[in-house]
């Protein structure tokens, strides 16, 4: 091999070794019994866990329901998370908010990561 071949080879194995995923969500706020229920995909594209949820009325309770709903400080995430009313994690917002509304949500991530998510309230 020459050696730009091998310059090209580790180039692209040091660039391949830095990449990190990002997180990404789609996600709508439902309301359910007076509350604002996280529902949709949360991917992170690897292991993490998510360690928080922030809304205009403040941090959202992360909740493990298996077989009933308590408080838990982080919920893991496998590469993706499903939210929604049946599943086993769910992530609950408070504060008054209309149909169509459009809420801002700030999560953060076990590796660090924050993403920010523009999403509307459903019902």
Do not use: H
């Amino acid at each position: 091999m020459s050696g730009r071949t091998v310059r090209v080879a580790l180039l692209c194995a040091l660039m391949g070794g830095v990449t990190v995923a990002q997180p990404s969500a789609k996600v709508t706020l439902v309301t359910k019994n007076g509350v604002l229920l996280l529902s949709g995909l949360v991917s992170a594209g690897k292991l993490t866990t998510l360690r928080g949820v922030w809304g205009p009325a403040g941090q959202a309770r992360l909740m493990q329901c298996l077989p009933r709903c308590k408080v838990v400080q982080s919920i893991p995430v496998q590469r993706q998370l499903s939210l929604n009313e049946l599943s086993g994690y769910r992530v609950v917002l408070g504060g008054s908010y209309t149909k169509g509304q459009k809420v801002a949500l700030v999560m953060r991530f076990g590796d660090g990561q924050v993403l920010n998510v523009m999403t509307p309230v459903v019902r």
